[in-house]
């Protein structure tokens, strides 16, 4: 159980407050892109696991599975991005299960009290990227001719202030909320050694 959770942490961390602005652009320009992003949850779930490297086998296939997974997402992604991104998210998930599974015989270094609420902590900039995306998809929405946007759309309303608002800070707002995560985990894998 503790082993779906490091991988779980490693890749919230990974996909989220690590994932910036620049990265994801390079992800969706090209494969090695998607090669760096995946070498980032790579690097990260080795520093969450005891004796990485007498694992590279696993952390190899649990990298080229999440750059499959994401180099198949960019490919077939459409405007609409919310749907893809819980897809995504979905197929991820699904990979870790089958790892921690797989390799069993691999330990966290992280204490169960502080790697769960770890995970819940992580959950949130992932939370926060959701609602971002679905705010680009709300705006970006076509409506055929003679078909009005619905009220809660209508660029007089607060709702649509939200959603304008959401979408143009909560990708930052994300990542700030993700810094604490980032400065916190060195301190506890050291703690963690002791």
């Not at 390079?26 to 980032?40: D, M, S």
């Not at 994401?70 to 995504?88: A, E, G, H, N, V």
């Not at 069993?104 to 819940?120: D, K, S």
Request: aromatic content about 10%; some cysteine.
């Amino acid at each position: 159980m503790n082993l779906f959770f490091t991988l779980l942490l490693a890749h919230l961390i990974a996909d989220f407050p690590l994932q910036v602005d620049w990265v994801y652009r390079f992800k969706r320009r090209c494969t090695l892109g998607v090669a760096f992003h995946a070498g980032i949850h790579v690097v990260v779930t080795a520093l969450l696991i005891r004796s990485p490297l007498q694992h590279w086998p696993e952390l190899l296939v649990l990298g080229l599975a999440h750059m499959g997974a994401d180099w198949i997402k960019l490919r077939f992604s459409t405007t609409i991005q919310s749907p893809y991104f819980m897809m995504d998210q979905a197929i991820h998930i699904g990979i870790l299960i089958a790892a921690a599974k797989w390799a069993g015989g691999i330990e966290g270094v992280l204490p169960p009290g502080f790697l769960y609420p770890a995970c819940l902590y992580a959950a949130i900039p992932a939370v926060l990227m959701f609602l971002s995306v679905l705010a680009n998809d709300l705006n970006r929405r076509k409506y055929p001719s003679g078909v009005s946007r619905p009220l809660y759309l209508r660029p007089s309303t607060i709702s649509n202030k939200v959603i304008n608002w959401s979408q143009q800070r909560m990708l930052v707002i994300s990542q700030i909320v993700g810094m604490p995560l980032l400065i916190s985990l060195p301190i506890s894998l050291v703690l963690a050694m002791k």
